[in-house]
């Protein structure tokens, strides 16, 4: 553009300009309303988190019934003594 005005070829170049802009701002439009739309669908979908007792949507972990029944073993194991944890991968190759 700044070409164009430098050489006086502003004649030549200004249709193509003007058809750019209109086309992106028909993009962005079209972006925007898109936009719009999607923010309206989430805020129908979200569920509204905040209006009900804490205990009946059960936030705490106190609340949380444990997923199993039968305790870990004390010793032993399936990692053998690392009181039910697996061990972490540290990069060493002399676990292989």
């Known amino acids: 553009m700044e070409l164009s005005w430098r050489h006086g070829l502003t004649d030549f170049t200004m249709p193509f300009m003007i058809n750019y802009m209109s086309q992106q701002a028909a993009?962005?439009?079209?972006?925007?309303?898109?936009n719009e739309e999607r923010k309206a669908r989430e805020a129908s979908i979200q569920k509204p988190e905040d209006d009900?007792?804490?205990?009946?949507?059960?936030?705490?972990l106190l609340t949380?019934?444990?997923q199993h029944t039968a305790a870990p073993p004390a010793t032993g194991g399936m990692y053998?003594?690392?009181n039910g944890m697996m061990p972490q991968a540290t990069g060493y190759g002399g676990f292989r």
Do not use: K, V, W, Y
């Not at 993009?27 to 898109?34: G, H, K, Q, V, Y």
């Not at 009900?52 to 705490?60: A, E, V």
């Open 27 to 34: 993009a962005i439009d079209t972006l925007r309303r898109d």
């Open 52 to 60: 009900g007792p804490i205990l009946g949507q059960s936030r705490l």
């Open 64 to 66: 949380q019934a444990p």
């Open 80 to 82: 053998g003594g690392m």
